[in-house]
Nanobody, 117 residues
Framework: QVQLVESGGGLVQPGGSLRLSCAAS????????MYWVRQAPGKGLEWVSG????????NYTDSVKGRFTISRDNAKNTLYLQMNSLKPEDMGMYYC??????????WGKGTLVTVSS
């Protein structure tokens, strides 16, 4: 079955960096767009970034442009999110999601990012 397992979250000071990873299994990873979605404490879900099949096209929500970089390694079935210059408003649970016919059809359990001094 489809499994998405995120890792790499943790506590970081404002201005710091983290690299999130998402290990995918149970489907042909290179055939699907992939996304990162986050949820800040007490708030709704927010799409953060997306990447096409081979990493040739990427998109970001405005608030993370220039600071976050999404990438993928199809040989390792792994999705990444490099997060630099982190701000307190970046804090939250980060989810890896798989693109489907009608949107994001599978989600990981998330990894928590805490930005605090």
């Amino acid at each position: 079955q489809v499994q998405l397992v995120e890792s790499g979250g943790g506590l970081v000071q404002p201005g710091g960096s983290l690299r999130l990873s998402c290990a995918a299994s149970g489907f042909t990873f290179r055939f699907y767009y992939m996304y990162w979605v986050r949820q800040a404490p007490g708030k709704g879900l927010e799409w953060v970034s997306g990447i096409d099949f081979v990493g040739g096209s990427t998109n970001y929500t405005d608030s993370v442009k220039g600071r976050f970089t999404i990438s993928r390694d199809n040989a390792k079935n792994t999705l990444y999110l490099q997060m630099n210059s982190l701000k307190p408003e970046d804090m939250g649970m980060y989810y890896c999601t798989k693109g489907g016919v009608s949107g994001m059809d599978y989600w990981g359990k998330g990894t928590l990012v805490t930005v605090s001094s």
